[in-house]
């Protein structure tokens, strides 16, 4: 690693630890989600008007219930029937997932580039992740579409301190070190502080240990199996792992040469779009 990149992760790591990091705070519109859903007596009436409020939020919904793992008979056109369909909690939680993209601005034209490949790719992970989870697992659904919609939230600090020191942006063989080397660390930090459970704060920390055995299969093994059929023929080094070595694959018992999971699962890479 150079010597910037190390400067820059022992500057970053000496100030969380230092609690000097400036993490970003949820959108007003997440905590206001996040408390509706703490409510047990929640109606979906009160909901709708909670997530209303944000109009692109509610597009979003209306479409994800429309895509093609959701959809019914009939087309949903307004969000108090598409909170219905998706029932409160995973309402919330895909909420609360996708209001994070409103934290993804940058001042330069670099750093929101980079931020949106981040976003696109953690999109596509949350489908690939959901569709994992309903077909092997009794686990929620809602909660691994959000695993993977944050597994990767440790880089925005990161770029965000990049758009301050410009010798860090104009190297883009240093940012990318810092980024592999340190989001994880971040992104357990942040989603700490925004007070997210603990089964979640793990997946950013844990999802590119790849010789991680859990007890019983969870939210890491989802994500990182999702992380690697995403990356797959691409030029990303992860792509040349061994899935076939990796234990989160034998937990869940998943084949990749299965046609009809494969088809399955590209048609949820954008259900989150």
Avoid at 81 to 104: D, H, K, P, W
């Amino acid at each position: 690693m150079s010597e910037l990149a190390e400067k820059v992760q022992q500057d970053l790591v000496e100030a969380i630890n230092n609690d000097d990091l400036v993490l970003p705070t949820l959108p007003e519109v997440a905590l206001q989600i996040r408390k509706a859903a703490e409510n047990p007596e929640v109606s979906v009436s009160n909901l709708s008007k909670v997530i209303g409020r944000d109009t692109a939020l509610s597009a979003r919904l209306i479409k994800v219930v429309n895509s093609p793992l959701l959809r019914a008979t009939q087309e949903v056109t307004d969000l108090h029937t598409a909170i219905t369909r998706l029932g409160i909690n995973y309402s919330c939680n895909l909420a609360i997932g996708l209001v994070m993209e409103q934290i993804f601005h940058a001042r330069s034209d670099v750093v929101e580039q980079k931020m949106r490949e981040v976003w696109r790719k953690s999109l596509e992970i949350a489908g690939v992740s959901y569709a994992l989870c309903r077909r092997y697992t009794r686990l929620k659904p809602d909660q691994a579409a959000l695993g993977g919609l944050v597994h990767q939230i440790g880089v925005l600090p990161i770029l965000t301190y990049a758009e301050d020191h410009y010798e860090l942006l104009s190297d883009p063989v240093s940012l990318n070190h810092v980024i592999d080397r340190i989001h994880p660390l971040i992104g357990e930090k942040l989603l700490q502080v925004w007070d997210f459970p603990d089964m979640l704060v793990q997946v950013p920390k844990l999802y590119l240990n790849f010789k991680r055995q859990s007890a019983q299969v969870d939210y890491v093994d989802l994500v990182q199996v999702a992380s690697l059929y995403c990356l797959q023929d691409t030029d990303h080094p992860l792509a040349r792992i061994d899935a076939l070595n990796v234990p989160a694959f034998k937990t869940l018992g998943i084949d990749f040469d299965d046609k009809a999971l494969c088809a399955d699962l590209e048609e949820n890479r954008t259900m989150f779009y």
